[in-house]
């Protein structure tokens, strides 16, 4: 069984640039959460993609947005990076509503810098 | 209020002890409750899921619910040093979709 992978670990941008993180979810599961983890802060909800839709959203501006694709990978894209997007972006997968309880199996995490 | 709340710590306990961690939710419809246990530096792992009222024991942790007072708690026994880490109380609440809300952590250090 493959776990979640994330790509890439370590990344630094400047403010105003933009960036795409990738997540490979659990095999079975196709349902992909993003959050958020500042530094000494619990993982925030970003939000979550089942059958490639956005299927639910926490309180982070429009600048923030996904994909998932058909072989339920999925994307986390940040524009006009800032200062406080510096954090550990975290992907998890789960089974869907109806076949699971909501239990995240997580990725490495990709840590972000921004200068 | 925050949705899930938990103290931050640090909580001290010497090896060979019992780690007691709290954490509260607001949210009365939530349905499932988790524990994760975070290594600095490393993503959450899942190590407790618990749904019903009352006990669940998986080896040298305990999950404790009660719905009535919206509190959730994980008990470590026998505390290794290797327990050092933060831990995260997560509560899933469904509203159209699985949202699971995480507290901020508490940390925990096992003195050896």
């Known amino acids: 069984e493959t776990g979640v992978t994330q790509s890439p670990t370590h990344l630094i941008k400047t403010r105003g640039q933009q960036v795409t993180l990738r997540c490979s979810s659990q095999?079975?599961?196709?349902?992909v959460s993003w959050y958020q983890q500042a530094l000494g802060q619990g993982p925030q909800f970003i939000f979550q993609?089942?059958?490639?839709?956005?299927?639910g959203r926490g309180n982070f501006p429009p600048r923030f947005s996904g994909l998932q694709f058909p072989n339920y990978s999925s994307e986390l894209n940040v524009n006009a990076l800032e200062l406080d997007d510096s954090a550990l972006y975290l992907c998890?997968?789960?089974?869907?509503?109806?076949?699971?309880?909501?239990?995240?199996?997580f990725g490495e995490g990709s840590r972000l810098t921004v200068l | 209020q925050k949705e899930v709340e938990q103290n931050s710590g640090p909580l001290s306990v010497p090896e060979g002890a019992i780690a007691s961690l709290n954490c509260t939710y607001s949210?009365?419809?939530?349905?499932?409750f988790f524990w994760y246990r975070q290594y600095s530096g490393k993503s959450p792992e899942l190590i407790m899921s618990?749904?019903?009222?009352g006990d669940k024991e998986d080896g040298r942790f305990t999950a404790q619910l009660n719905k009535a007072s919206q509190y959730v708690s994980l008990l470590i026994r026998d505390s290794q040093p290797s327990d050092s880490a933060t831990y995260l109380c997560?509560?899933?609440?469904?509203?159209?979709?699985?949202?699971?809300?995480f507290g901020t952590g508490t940390k925990l250090q096992v003195i050896p």
């Open positions: 618990i749904y019903s009222n």
């Open positions: 997560a509560v899933n609440s469904e509203r159209g979709y699985q949202k699971v809300t």
């Open positions: 095999s079975g599961h196709n349902t």
């Open positions: 998890a997968s789960s089974l869907p509503r109806g076949q699971g309880t909501g239990e995240l199996f």
């Open positions: 949210d009365r419809v939530s349905q499932s």
């Open positions: 993609y089942y059958r490639e839709e956005e299927n």
